[in-house]
């Protein structure tokens, strides 16, 4: 009953959220994973086979029907993930930086309350993704925005130091976190094509 | 007893510049120069205090700012073009900053004035969008600096960082300027970048549409 609660405040006007216990931001996680790694795959999915539907006889689009289960736990796992790593990260920059005494559990909790809005954006996103490719890549935007302005709403209530101080170090999490991301899923998906295509030759 | 006279809060910081309502206090015997130094001073110091002094309404702040980053993105491109392999031709994409700067300001000046009915100058938009362009080209260079000297991946690392402290900059400002609810802030901010995101698809159809006219 608590998880729905949870999802349903920032709609009444709850911006920031730090007293979420662990269990209940794993949870909340988890359902956001799964919600948005489905809007992901099915948006995916209808993008390609239009893109893809001239060049159909390669069988690119039997080989992505193929890897959907795998891309689906990949991408899984990938949004619990990041929300982790993002906020082990900005736990480690304010009490290294800013000597502050924070438990890891409340920024987990603010970036998990954070991720709430922008998943519900990505299901509109999904919607437009079925009328036009430009109207879907401009709603991808406005969620990455409206994450980043949320998260930095979350933080920038708790951590006491100068808001110059508070932007430079969310954006610097943002970019060792991308970094981190693309490189180890690089790696993944390369080496799944390459075993898929060892099979076929 | 050292009140802003603008907004009636106590002024700080060196008692020249209030932290409420963005406001320095200038005195008569300055001349443009010094008041330009005065409120650049605040850009290595204090970036969101920066951000803040921007709403004032100062022609020549407008044009300072325009003019460097229209220097600096010429050094970027035409010096350091090459080797970070930038394939832009220097006269597009000045034209472009400045254009997407001065949309970007009309479509928040819009929102704000006419949907929420905030009174707000344009130029104080356009001053914020302008010293905001102006910290991230700033951010910019020092990439293309460290691109040319070690990789050009760390140009592209190091301007995403700097789109995201703009972003946050942004939000700031809007903030300090409307002085509304959360709401506000993100319906004007995603609203004026899918706006210049519809405009610029827009120019760019038509403009591409004339090119290939012109091939076939």
């Not at chain 1, 619990?80 to 790593?85: A, D, K």
């Amino acid at each position: 009953m608590r998880i729905v609660e949870i999802l349903k405040s920032p709609f009444e006007g709850v911006i920031s959220n730090s007293q979420l216990k662990m269990k209940e931001s794993l949870i909340v996680n988890l359902i956001l994973a799964c919600v948005s790694a489905l809007a992901v795959i099915l948006s995916v999915k209808t993008l390609v086979s239009d893109f893809v539907s001239g060049i159909a006889m390669l069988g690119l689009g039997s080989i992505i029907d193929q890897m959907m289960l795998r891309m689906f736990v990949l991408l899984v796992i990938n949004f619990i993930l990041i929300i982790l790593v993002f906020s082990g990260i900005i736990f480690i920059i304010s009490n290294m930086i800013f000597k502050l005494k924070i438990s890891y559990e409340e920024y987990v909790s603010i970036c998990t309350y954070a991720n709430i809005i922008p998943t519900v954006i990505m299901i509109a996103g999904l919607i437009c993704s079925l009328f036009s490719v430009t109207l879907f890549s401009i709603v991808v935007m406005i969620q990455i925005c409206v994450l980043i302005i949320l998260t930095y709403e979350g933080l920038s209530s708790m951590i006491m130091a100068g808001k110059g101080k508070v932007i430079y170090s969310i954006a610097i999490t943002y970019v060792i976190n991308a970094i981190l991301f693309v490189a180890a899923n690089y790696y993944i998906i390369e080496s799944m094509i390459e075993s898929r295509f060892r099979s076929i030759l | 007893m050292n009140n802003c006279f603008y907004c009636g809060k106590e002024l700080t910081e060196e008692g020249d510049f209030c932290g409420n309502c963005g406001l320095i206090k200038f005195y008569d015997q300055e001349g443009a120069g010094k008041r330009l130094l005065k409120q650049f001073k605040y850009l290595f110091t204090n970036p969101v205090a920066f951000i803040r002094t921007s709403k004032l309404v100062n022609p020549i702040f407008t044009g300072a700012t325009a003019i460097i980053i229209i220097l600096i993105q010429l050094i970027i491109i035409k010096g350091m073009g090459r080797k970070l392999h930038l394939n832009f031709e220097a006269l597009d994409t000045i034209l472009a900053i400045l254009g997407i700067t001065v949309v970007e300001a009309a479509f928040m000046w819009i929102i704000v004035n006419g949907i929420f009915k905030k009174k707000v100058n344009f130029m104080s938009f356009l001053n914020l969008t302008l010293s905001i362009q102006l910290i991230s080209i700033i951010i910019n260079i020092i990439g293309a600096i460290l691109g040319v000297a070690i990789t050009p991946y760390l140009y592209t690392i190091v301007s995403t960082f700097g789109a995201i402290v703009s972003l946050l900059l942004m939000y700031q400002g809007i903030k300090d300027f409307v002085q509304a609810d959360l709401f506000v802030y993100l319906i004007t901010i995603v609203g004026s970048f899918s706006g210049t995101a519809l405009v610029i698809s827009i120019v760019l159809k038509s403009l591409m549409r004339n090119a290939l006219r012109s091939i076939f």
